[in-house]
């Protein structure tokens, strides 16, 4: 097995692992440290809460994270889980390019601009 194989094989397993330990912790932050969010537990359990990735942006997403406001960890625990497929994908791509396999680079490319424009594109239509 190649190194590039072994990552791509471990590319799921330490993304969600990752995933899960940053969610936690912006858990643990909305119950620990009362008023550090500016949202309610009550706003966030809501099922027709307003807070979304648009209201929360990746732009204002430092100061969330250096203020210590666990919403904000959700969304990057939210991010980095969305991100592990797409990196491995992403990985899968160039491992077939280096073994010069030539039809599965292009299924796999096409893949992962599927996934992107998924993800980048199709939100802004909706």
Same mark, same amino acid.
């Given at each position: 097995?190649?190194?590039?194989e072994? @990552?791509?094989? /471990?590319t799921?397993r330490?993304g969600?692992?990752?995933?899960?330990?940053?969610?936690?912790?912006? +858990?643990?932050l909305?119950?620990?440290?009362?008023?550090?969010?500016r949202?309610?537990?009550?706003? @966030?359990?809501?099922p027709?809460? *307003?807070l979304?990735s *648009?209201?929360?942006?990746?732009g204002?997403?430092? /100061?969330?994270?250096e203020? +210590?406001?666990g919403?904000y960890y959700i969304?990057?625990?939210l991010?980095?889980? @969305?991100?592990?497929?797409?990196?491995?994908?992403?990985?899968s791509?160039?491992?077939?390019?280096?073994?010069? /396999?030539s039809v599965?680079?292009?299924?796999t490319a096409?893949?992962?601009? /599927?996934?992107?424009?998924?993800?980048f @594109?199709?939100?802004?239509?909706?």
């Amino acid at each position: 097995m190649t190194d590039l194989e072994y @990552i791509i094989g /471990n590319t799921l397993r330490i993304g969600v692992v990752v995933s899960i330990i940053v969610i936690l912790i912006g +858990l643990a932050l909305l119950l620990l440290v009362p008023g550090a969010s500016r949202y309610s537990l009550s706003v @966030i359990a809501s099922p027709t809460s *307003s807070l979304n990735s *648009s209201v929360i942006g990746f732009g204002s997403m430092q /100061n969330g994270l250096e203020s +210590l406001d666990g919403v904000y960890y959700i969304m990057l625990g939210l991010a980095i889980l @969305i991100a592990t497929p797409v990196a491995r994908v992403l990985l899968s791509v160039f491992w077939f390019f280096q073994k010069r /396999n030539s039809v599965y680079t292009v299924i796999t490319a096409i893949v992962l601009i /599927n996934m992107l424009v998924a993800i980048f @594109i199709i939100p802004h239509f909706m």
